[in-house]
């Protein structure tokens, strides 16, 4: 199970802290993704970090901004939002992947139930 917080509004040039709580599995097997859509838009990575050594990936449009994280004692995964465009505007999702390919959503095992992102320009 995955259950993210730390969503809300916030103006554009701010921040937030997304994060995902793990259960029931072994976390630190699992590479971590964020995951966003926004009303209209298929569902888009946003980055990821890798199991055990913790190699993260961005996507280019957050690149420099965001930054994930993970802590395998506590069993979460976060998501440092900077700098915050109006863009940036979406439901987020945290997920679970066994696999390599972290860029692809279908390639995730499992899923949170989002949280809401609102940046006001």
């Known amino acids: 199970q995955l259950v993210e917080s730390g969503g809300g509004l916030v103006q554009a040039g701010g921040s937030l802290r997304l994060s995902c709580a793990a259960s029931g599995r072994i976390f630190s097997s699992y590479s971590m993704g964020w995951f966003r859509q926004a009303p209209g838009k298929e569902r888009e990575f946003v980055a990821a970090i890798s199991s055990l050594t913790s190699i993260t990936y961005y996507s280019n449009s957050v690149k420099g901004r965001f930054t994930i994280s993970r802590d395998n004692a506590k069993n979460t995964v976060d998501l440092q939002m900077n700098s915050l465009k109006p863009e940036d505007a979406a439901v987020y999702y945290c997920?679970?992947?066994?696999?390599?390919?972290?860029?692809?959503?279908?390639?995730?095992?499992?899923w949170g139930q989002g949280t809401q992102v609102t940046v006001s320009s």
């Open positions: 997920a679970a992947t066994s696999s390599g390919n972290f860029y692809r959503s279908g390639a995730y095992n499992y």
